[in-house]
């Protein structure tokens, strides 16, 4: 079975600063690769999925960016945070239209 | 218009006994999936059970059940047995459609939070 790791857990970053989320996944090759952001009390929100490396789909315009550089490795990103990216950011991973496993999750508060 | 609604914000059960959270969708599509997540207050969202649209039997995954009324476009989830370890948010989710690579785009529901009481 696959293991999704996120890093960092907690991250309290200034306005302005930049951002580098990381996703990294264990157990599986050529996974379909997801982030989703979810706001306080609220349900998930796609924000980029890839289906290989560098193959980057984006489904809300944004100041974040997404990156594959390898088959188990995902990143989020942004150059300039600003206070509504705040949330709790999602990894997910799966091979099948029938899976989608998350990861443990990254809490973002955004001062 | 909404794609998935969940109705329950909250909801209470005794442990042992059953409960049912309710989900229903909107979609045009024929062919579409549908997941249940479980997230505790460690945030992690759990798979729980997954019905694909033209799946002939509802789904069970042994204390979790899927009832799925095509025609009410509802997927109701029942967890039999309640546990003190199932207090949680439950999220219902939907893919639309067949896309080639196996990848989904799911849409979730806003949740329901369940308190199993002893």
């Known amino acids: 079975s696959q293991t999704i790791h996120q890093w960092p857990a907690t991250l309290v970053q200034p306005v302005g600063s930049p951002l580098s989320l990381e996703c990294t996944v264990e157990?599986?090759?050529?996974?379909?690769l997801y982030w989703y952001r979810q706001a306080a009390g609220r349900g998930l929100q796609l924000l980029f999925y890839?289906?290989?490396?560098?193959?980057i789909s984006s489904e809300v315009p944004q100041n974040l960016s997404a990156s594959r550089p390898q088959d188990r490795q995902f990143i989020l990103s942004s150059k300039k945070l600003l206070l509504s990216d705040s949330g709790f950011y999602l990894c997910?991973?799966?091979?099948?239209?029938?899976?989608?496993?998350f990861g443990p999750g990254t809490r973002l508060l955004v001062l | 218009a909404q794609k998935i609604t969940q109705t329950q914000p909250g909801m209470f059960v005794q442990e042992k006994e059953a409960v049912t959270l309710d989900c229903t969708y909107d979609t045009s599509d024929p062919s579409y999936g549908l997941f249940w997540y479980k997230q505790p207050s460690s945030g992690e969202m759990i798979f729980l059970i997954y019905?694909?649209?033209?799946?002939?039997q509802n789904a069970t995954e042994g204390r979790y059940s899927l009832n799925f009324q095509k025609a009410r476009k509802s997927a109701n989830l029942v967890i039999s047995a309640s546990q003190l370890g199932d207090s949680a948010m439950y999220f219902c989710?939907?893919?639309?459609?067949?896309?080639?690579?196996?990848?989904?785009?799911?849409?979730f529901g806003a949740g329901t939070r369940l308190a199993v009481h002893p």
């Open positions: 157990g599986t090759s050529n996974p379909n």
């Open positions: 890839s289906v290989g490396i560098g193959q």
């Open positions: 997910a991973s799966g091979q099948t239209q029938e899976t989608q496993y």
């Open positions: 989710a939907m893919r639309e459609g067949i896309v080639s690579g196996g990848y989904n785009k799911l849409i």
């Open positions: 019905q694909g649209s033209y799946d002939q």
